[in-house]
C-alpha cells in the first residue's frame, strides 16, 4: 500500500512570533528535520506550505520523493492545508502520515511503531498515545482521507477524527515527544528543559 507522509507547514506562527518551521531543533529547522524523518519510512512526502512559503521552500530536503505544496487559503485554518496535501497525496495514495511541523520532537522509532500498527490492524486511523493522552502524528487512511476532503471549510478535521475513535487503533509510547506541540516561545524553550531539543 502507497503511504505519502505530510507535513502541515503553512501557518502565520503568530503566537511565536517568527515562522515555526524555521526553528532550530538539533542542528535542524523544524521542517528539514521532520522531512528527513518521513523520508525513509514511506514513499513520497509532501509539505503544505503557504504563509512564508519561499522561505520555508528554501529549507526542505532536497530529495526527489519529497514535494512542496502552496495553499493560498492557508489562513482558513488547517483543514485547508490537510485538504491541500491530501490532494496532492494523489488519489492512488492509501495510507498518509500526517505530521504537523510544530510537533519536531516525535521519535523515529515512534513512526515506525505507528506504521506497524496501521499494516498490523487494518484500522481506519493509529493514533499515538503518551500516559493516556492522544498525540500526533497520526495515520488516516484511504477512507479517512475522503472523509476529510468533504468537509466543509468551517469544519475541524477532529469531527472526522473523533467519529472514528471506536475504530482506531491506539499505540501507547514513551515518546514525550508526540505530545510536544510548540506553538509559543515558552513551549519551544521546554523542547530543550525536557531534554529532547
Given at each position: ?9 503553512a ?42 512559503a ?27 492545508s ?31 511503531r ?14 499515538p ?13 484511504r ?28 499505540v ?9 506541540d ?16
Amino acid at each position: 500500500m502507497k503511504t505519502v507522509g505530510l507535513v502541515l507547514a503553512a501557518g502565520r506562527s503568530s503566537r511565536m512570533g517568527r515562522d515555526k518551521a524555521l526553528l532550530d531543533y538539533r542542528g535542524r529547522p523544524f521542517v528539514t528535520h521532520l522531512g528527513w524523518l518521513l523520508l525513509p519510512r514511506v514513499d513520497r512526502v509532501v509539505v503544505v506550505l503557504g504563509h512564508h512559503a519561499g522561505r520555508i521552500r528554501e529549507r526542505l530536503p532536497a530529495s526527489p520523493r519529497l514535494s512542496a505544496v502552496i495553499n493560498p487559503d492557508y489562513d482558513r485554518g488547517m483543514l485547508s492545508s490537510l485538504q491541500c496535501g491530501l490532494r496532492a497525496g494523489g488519489e492512488e495514495t492509501g495510507r498518509f502520515l500526517w505530521a504537523l511541523v510544530d510537533h519536531p520532537a516525535v521519535r523515529g522509532r515512534t513512526l515506525d511503531r505507528l506504521l506497524a500498527a496501521a499494516n498490523r490492524s487494518g484500522a481506519p486511523l493509529v493514533i499515538p498515545r503518551h500516559r493516556g493522552k492522544r498525540g500526533h502524528p497520526v495515520v488516516l487512511s484511504r477512507a479517512i482521507a475522503t472523509e476529510l476532503l468533504a468537509l466543509p471549510s468551517h469544519e475541524s478535521p477532529q469531527s472526522v477524527v473523533r467519529a472514528h475513535y471506536t475504530r482506531a487503533c491506539f499505540v501507547d509510547v514513551q515518546d514525550r515527544g508526540v505530545l510536544l506541540d510548540v506553538d509559543n516561545p515558552a513551549e519551544y524553550g521546554r523542547l530543550s528543559a525536557v531534554g529532547v531539543r
